[in-house]
């Protein structure tokens, strides 16, 4: 009795054009992309109190950033506010810091 195996034939159907899985995967997370909400003065002022609040009294708080049409949350506590350079440098973890653009920033609750 022989084996009448088909090879690589029965596997065709498994593998994907590279080019299509692409296309697939570009459509998927483009349709689930958000513009930036737009902040007016009045928001950023207490976008702003918020931070400094936060700072001054050594709270965690919890960002809201738009990144490439997501938004992310950041939990942590805010170890400089950086004016040159228009970033937060915000403590995740103890002695791991990440630098925040204050422009990608769309949303700041302190958390007590």
Same mark, same amino acid.
Do not use: C
């Given at each position: 009795?022989?084996?009448? +195996?088909?090879?690589?034939?029965? &596997?065709? #159907? ?13 459509? &998927?997370?483009?349709?689930k992309? /958000? ?8 928001? #950023? ?16 708080i919890?960002?809201?950033? &738009? ?5 992310? *949350? ?6 400089? @506010?950086?004016? @040159?350079?228009? *970033?937060?440098?915000? /403590?995740v973890? +103890?002695? /791991?810091?990440?630098? @925040? #653009? ?11």
């Open positions: 009795m022989a084996i009448r +195996d088909r090879g690589m034939v029965k &596997w065709q #159907a498994a593998f994907q054009l590279p080019e299509l899985a692409k296309t697939q995967k570009d459509f &998927w997370r483009d349709t992309r /958000e513009r930036k909400p737009i902040i007016d003065e009045h928001e #950023a002022e207490e976008l702003d109190l918020r931070i400094i609040y936060a700072m001054e009294y050594n709270h965690s919890k960002l809201m950033i &738009w990144a490439d049409g997501f938004t992310k *949350e950041m939990t942590g506590r805010i170890h400089f @506010v950086d004016p @040159v350079t228009h *970033e937060l440098r915000i /403590e973890k +103890d002695g /791991e810091f990440e630098r @925040v #653009a204050f422009d990608s920033v769309v949303g700041v609750k302190v958390v007590i």
